[in-house]
């Protein structure tokens, strides 16, 4: 079973204003897209009031040349989240266990789904920390598709 954590996005226009501290020059683009000319020359066109999807803004970040954590520290407080997918099962002895596909060895456990989103939550979050900390980059999550198969019964 898959459940989603609904956190916060940000618009195009925040992350715009973290490139712009970084030393970018905004330009109106066509329609609702801004144009960023960042101080290496590198050009970046970006939607202005959309929610803006993980890999565009991770490729936008390595376009301007910066890293994930300095990208983070332009944003008011580090408020850009990241985000990732969380894999919950039920385990034998009642409650719930998560793990996180693109954190290996990230996990944590909980009596309900909501409790063990929490748990999951700050667990990633020490997870990202202790890799910083050990100099290790984040790992993207890479497209990850969970999906059933049926199968007939008679086939086990």
Not at 1 to 29: C, I, L, N, P, T
Not at 61 to 79: R, S, Y
Not at 85 to 100: D, L, N, S, Y
Request: proline residues 4%; hydrophobic residues 40%.
């Amino acid at each position: 079973m898959v459940w989603e954590d609904s956190g916060e996005s940000k618009k195009g226009h925040e992350a715009v204003r973290a490139f712009v501290r970084a030393g970018g020059v905004m330009r109106q683009g066509k329609g609702d897209h801004v144009n960023i000319k960042m101080p290496s020359g590198a050009i970046i066109t970006l939607p202005w009031s959309k929610e803006l999807k993980i890999g565009l803004l991770t490729a936008a970040i390595k376009k301007a040349g910066l890293t994930e954590e300095e990208f983070l520290a332009l944003t008011l407080n580090g408020v850009l989240k990241m985000e990732f997918t969380v894999v919950i099962q039920k385990a034998e002895e009642g409650g719930f266990w998560a793990e996180v596909p693109a954190l290996p060895g990230c996990y944590s456990q909980g009596e309900t789904v909501e409790e063990t989103l929490e748990n999951i939550r700050e667990a990633i979050e020490g997870h990202v920390e202790a890799l910083r900390q050990e100099g290790q980059g984040v790992p993207p999550e890479e497209d990850l598709i969970i999906g059933r198969v049926r199968v007939s019964e008679g086939v086990a």
